[in-house]
């Protein structure tokens, strides 16, 4: 990372930019991406457009805005991610000798408008992407499976679970190196696989897969990491369903111990979820008092949550909350949940995006 930074200290003493000095201004921004320093990635991307766009050079352009949507996408500010892949589409799809780059920012823009709930649109994305690598034979087993696992969590939200489970299969029979941030990994595309089986009620082979998916996890991103939870808390809310509750708790308590000794940053919903799957089994085992004091910190997550993908979440865990302090002889408090709880959903059921205002 050094000898990345000498080069853009350096280059900036020249008197006419070129196009290489855009290049390592973003490959010092992607590397920053890469350890998580959004806002020193943010910075350096910027400069890069700054550049790009005084030698008029559209794909270079194309591939800062690009990075710039990647950057957006990481810090959960969707709509931005959205507005940079789109202006990156714009300019390379007049050339066709970056068809494959362009498949990427395609692929991309869906995992955006998946997570803010947009499916429609998604699949429309995703449509672009599987039609370019097709007409241009792209040979990326890596893209191949990150646009099966896309089109496999459409179909699981859109409730399309052969679909679904047919499409996380057959990702998983690519063989790939996941390369950045946004490249799906094996062991995703295994626990997704396992939700799929949970749903269906196939609950043996839902344990295997999350324990399929736990095993890669462990080495890659490693045993420390926060994503881990993402699996734990699977296994914990699977063995909660078919009653294994002292197993549940394990498998919550060690992603809550992972989470609150991470060192690495992390989506605050991964704690609100795991918070909520313990407080869930303190319920089952009749323990108000640990429940309340789990889902307290649970609830005061939930309300700082704005996206509509989350709002499902957020109002079981506020009315989980309230029914507990109700328990607890606290109606005051409770009441005052369930209003909010209310509010939420009087806002999901009447609130139509702009897209959708037709």
Request: neutral net charge.
């Amino acid at each position: 990372m050094a000898s990345v930074l000498l080069t853009i200290t350096l280059l900036f003493g020249r008197t006419i930019p070129g196009a290489e000095d855009c290049v390592s201004l973003r490959e010092a921004g992607l590397a920053e991406y890469e350890m998580g320093h959004y806002a020193r990635a943010e910075e350096f991307i910027r400069k890069a457009l700054v550049l790009t766009e005084t030698i008029n050079n559209d794909c270079e352009v194309a591939l800062s805005y690009s990075a710039l949507g990647d950057i957006q996408q990481a810090k959960r500010q969707f709509a931005d991610a959205e507005r940079d892949y789109r202006k990156a589409i714009s300019l390379l799809s007049h050339h066709r000798e970056r068809s494959h780059a362009l498949a990427t920012v395609w692929r991309n823009l869906t995992a955006a408008s998946t997570a803010e709930g947009r499916y429609g649109e998604a699949l429309a994305a995703l449509k672009e992407a599987s039609r370019l690598v097709a007409k241009n034979k792209v040979e990326d087993p890596c893209l191949n499976a990150q646009i099966l696992t896309n089109l496999g969590v459409i179909y699981y939200h859109q409730r399309k679970m052969a679909k679904a489970q047919s499409s996380f299969l057959r990702a998983t029979e690519f063989q790939f190196t996941a390369n950045n941030l946004l490249d799906v990994d094996l062991w995703q595309i295994i626990n997704n696989l396992g939700r799929v089986y949970q749903v269906t009620r196939q609950y043996a082979k839902s344990e295997d897969a999350y324990r399929r998916s736990l095993q890669l996890a462990e080495v890659r991103p490693g045993r420390s990491d926060p994503n881990l939870s993402i699996v734990l808390d699977n296994l914990g809310s699977l063995y909660a369903v078919t009653g294994r509750y002292h197993e549940a708790e394990s498998q919550f308590q060690r992603s809550l111990a992972i989470l609150e000794q991470s060192r690495t940053s992390f989506d605050a919903m991964f704690m609100m979820r795991t918070l909520y799957g313990l407080g869930g089994i303190y319920l089952l085992e009749n323990d108000a008092i640990r429940a309340e004091e789990m889902l307290a910190r649970a609830a005061e997550i939930a309300r700082g949550r704005v996206l509509a993908v989350e709002m499902p979440e957020v109002v079981d865990v506020l009315d989980t909350y309230a029914k507990v302090l109700k328990d607890l002889s606290n109606s005051v408090e409770a009441q005052r949940l369930q209003m909010e709880a209310q509010r939420i959903r009087a806002s999901m059921a009447y609130t139509v995006r702009v897209g959708n205002a037709k």
